[in-house]
């Protein structure tokens, strides 16, 4: 079935460090790619998405690139600031109906 | 604020109990999705609804039921409550049937089970 996988955390930087996390998927077809970020006692909210091979989501300095040929949707930030700690969750949208979630990553930004 | 609204916020109830989380959607959209989040699980896919019908089930126990009302809004009810029940709670919404676009998440309800 439709699955997503994320390096495990705690990712502790410090600010201004640039950020990767890893994001891999098994799904048939071309789905949609996506990261959510979940701040403290709050829900899920949509940071960028993908919908096609190649095409590039951007929001607020972070970028990911939908890289079918490695089945990978990576998160990059140049410069994390103290206000970007959080967890972090990738998604794919199938065909389906609903959005599968990778585990979530924590990121800690210490100053 | 994200235009979908739970309530409550907050619920701590004893086991064997039944309780009902509630979830309006943004304005304009017609697709109502639940999820668990837990330490253990992450999130899971409960059920979701469009325009009043059921379109897809996940990993809902049998305890639980749903329902998506005329006005759009959904009732999310759990029953014969367990310890392991306790978790966090998602509303989603989005405009259409699918979710290749994305959808907006609520705060979510916090339910303790004791």
């Known amino acids: 079935g439709d699955s997503v996988t994320q390096m495990e955390g705690p990712v502790t930087l410090s600010e201004e460090a640039f950020l990767t996390i890893n994001c891999t998927y098994t799904a048939t077809g071309y789905p949609s790619l996506f990261w959510y970020v979940q701040y403290p006692g709050e829900g899920l909210q949509l940071l960028l998405k993908?919908?096609?091979?190649?095409d590039k989501g951007s929001n607020k300095g972070f970028e990911a690139t939908y890289r079918k040929e490695t089945t990978s949707f990576h998160l990059e930030k140049g410069s994390v600031q103290v206000s970007d700690s959080a967890v972090y969750f990738c998604?794919?949208?199938?065909?389906?109906?609903?959005?599968?979630f990778g585990g979530g990553t924590r990121l800690m930004v210490k100053p | 604020d994200s235009g979908v609204t739970q309530t409550p916020k907050h619920l701590i109830t004893a086991t064997g109990q039944r309780v009902t989380l509630r979830c309006s959607p943004r304005s304009g959209d017609l697709s109502v999705y639940w999820y668990q989040q837990s330490l253990d699980q992450g999130l899971q896919f409960l059920i979701q609804?469009?325009?009043?019908?059921?379109?897809a089930k996940g990993n809902i126990l049998e305890r639980f039921s749903a329902q998506q009302f005329p006005d759009l809004h959904s009732e999310l009810n759990l029953s014969s409550l367990e310890l392991g029940d306790s978790a966090l709670y998602f509303c989603?919404?989005?405009?259409?049937?699918?979710?290749?676009?994305?959808?907006?998440f609520g705060s979510g309800t916090r339910l303790t089970v004791v």
């Open positions: 609804y469009y325009n009043g019908e059921e379109r």
């Open positions: 989603a919404s989005s405009a259409s049937p699918t979710a290749r676009g994305g959808y907006t």
């Open positions: 998604a794919l949208s199938p065909l389906g109906n609903m959005l599968t």
């Open positions: 993908a919908t096609k091979a190649d």
